[in-house]
T-cell receptor, first 112, second 113 residues
Framework: DVKVTQSSRYLVKRTGEKVFLECVQD?????MFWYRQDPGLGLRLIYF???????EKGDIPEGYSVSREKKERFSLILESASTNQTSMYLC???????????FGSGTRLTVV | KQEVTQIPAALSVPEGENLVLNCSFT??????LQWFRQDPGKGLTSLLL?????REQTSGRLNASLDKSSGRSTLYIAASQPGDSATYLC????????????FGQGTTLQVKP
């Protein structure tokens, strides 16, 4: 069974902390994505990567960075967590063209 | 800028009904369109993908259609069941290789036994 695994289901962090959200896929997909999902705003793309060490900003990259050192792993970094980054974070991977789009179960992050 | 809209935001139907969910998009220059399902507190599951050159795709009781020129897609669910209760999201891709998606806000479906 193909999988996208997010390291944490629930996370509580303090304002100002540096936060790492990890995502691993086992499908040899080229593309990986980080979205956040908020009530009334839907899913919004933060960053995506179309190859190892290649990344592009999505629609809401401010306050975030990413790292993709290996093809299977895509990390989202909150440089200095703030309360407005409290959200559900969803990682996904796909083949080129968006085929085989697979999402992880999500990480619900609360920043206090 | 591409915008995706789904109407209605919520829908409640009795078990056994056939139903249609609607999706519209503002820019017809899409590469493909996908329908996803999301159960509460979970990630998304891909249901159907329609290439821009296709008119429809079918999987079991689900049928998705695409009219690119008018910027519309529909998801038809036949003989609805309580297990179909979930949020259904439509998303479009403008790129042939990055797979970047623009999502609608979804339609939350409740099928009552």
């Amino acid at each position: 069974d193909v999988k996208v695994t997010q390291s944490s289901r629930y996370l509580v962090k303090r304002t100002g902390e540096k936060v790492f959200l990890e995502c691993v896929q086992d499908m040899d997909h080229e593309n990986m994505f980080w979205y956040r999902q908020d009530p009334g705003l839907g899913l919004r793309l933060i960053y995506f990567s179309y190859d190892v060490k290649m990344k592009e900003k999505g629609d809401i990259p401010e306050g975030y960075s990413v790292s993709r050192e290996k093809k299977e792993r895509f990390s989202l970094i909150l440089e200095s967590a703030s309360t407005n980054q409290t959200s559900m974070y969803l990682c996904a991977s796909s083949e080129q063209g968006g085929y085989g789009y697979t999402f992880g179960s999500g990480t619900r992050l609360t920043v206090v | 800028k591409q915008e995706v809209t789904q109407i209605p935001a919520a829908l409640s139907v009795p078990e056994g009904e056939n139903l249609v969910l609607n999706c519209s998009f503002t820019d017809s220059a899409i590469y493909n369109l996908q329908w996803f399902r999301q159960d509460p507190g979970k990630g998304l599951t891909s249901l159907l993908l329609i290439q821009s050159s296709q008119r429809e795709q079918t999987s079991g009781r689900l049928n998705a259609s695409l009219d690119k020129s008018s910027g519309r897609s529909t998801l038809y669910i036949a003989a609805s069941q309580p297990g179909d209760s979930a949020t259904y999201l439509c998303a479009v891709s403008a790129s042939s290789n990055t797979g970047k998606l623009i999502f609608g806000q979804g339609t939350t479906l409740q099928v009552k036994p």
